[in-house]
């Protein structure tokens, strides 16, 4: 299990490391990095997903380890508290950025529109209150990105729970 320690609330999110082992490697050593830490969800979009995991509250990037693999043919679905990797158009390009959905995305699911999808590695098993609450928010334009929030919603820890 992962807590996230939000401005907004906790999220509790468990890990499926059988179906998507090295995602779940690859993020719990962010979370054991305190790479996380002090940063925010920079994209939030109604009724689609909110993300988080690459800037700090003034909009800066944090750098990252090399991307991994995508483990999206992994028979996880991208439904209403899962969680996936946030990637580019490049298939293989993942590193430390995630999104919660907050509606059914099938058409991020294995095999999506580029014959890979998003890798889905885990769901939220408390706190999808806060998630909800965090979609809703203002979003602006900022520092060359769209659909970021108003306010800043910090992520003011992550860490690994029981």
Same mark, same amino acid.
């Given at each position: 299990?992962?807590?996230?320690?939000t401005?907004?609330?906790?999220? $509790?999110?468990?890990?499926?490391?059988?179906?998507?082992?090295?995602?779940?490697?690859?993020? @719990?050593?962010?979370?054991?990095?305190?790479?996380?830490d002090?940063?925010?969800?920079? &994209?939030?979009?109604?009724?689609?997903?909110?993300?988080g995991?690459?800037?700090t509250k003034e909009? @800066?990037?944090?750098?990252? &380890?090399d991307?991994?693999?995508? @483990?999206?043919?992994?028979?996880?679905?991208?439904? $209403?508290?899962? #969680?996936?990797?946030? &990637?580019?158009?490049?298939p293989?390009?993942?590193?430390?950025?995630?999104?919660?959905?907050?509606?059914?995305?099938?058409?991020?699911?294995?095999?999506?529109?580029?014959?890979?999808?998003?890798?889905?590695?885990?769901r939220?098993?408390?706190?999808?209150?806060?998630?909800?609450?965090?979609?809703?928010?203002?979003?602006?334009? &900022?520092?060359?990105?769209?659909?970021?929030?108003a306010?800043? #919603?910090?992520? @003011?820890?992550?860490e690994?729970?029981?």
């Amino acid at each position: 299990m992962i807590t996230l320690k939000t401005s907004m609330g906790d999220i $509790v999110i468990e890990l499926d490391h059988e179906k998507a082992p090295k995602t779940c490697e690859n993020f @719990e050593q962010y979370v054991r990095d305190g790479h996380y830490d002090d940063t925010i969800f920079h &994209r939030v979009i109604t009724n689609f997903m909110i993300q988080g995991g690459g800037f700090t509250k003034e909009m @800066e990037q944090k750098p990252t &380890r090399d991307p991994i693999e995508n @483990e999206a043919k992994n028979g996880l679905k991208n439904t $209403v508290g899962s #969680i996936a990797m946030a &990637r580019t158009q490049a298939p293989h390009s993942a590193s430390a950025q995630f999104f919660i959905n907050v509606r059914d995305n099938v058409f991020l699911d294995h095999p999506g529109q580029d014959g890979w999808g998003y890798c889905v590695f885990g769901r939220v098993t408390d706190g999808m209150d806060v998630v909800d609450q965090i979609q809703l928010v203002d979003t602006t334009d &900022r520092a060359g990105h769209s659909d970021v929030p108003a306010n800043p #919603i910090l992520i @003011e820890k992550a860490e690994i729970s029981a």
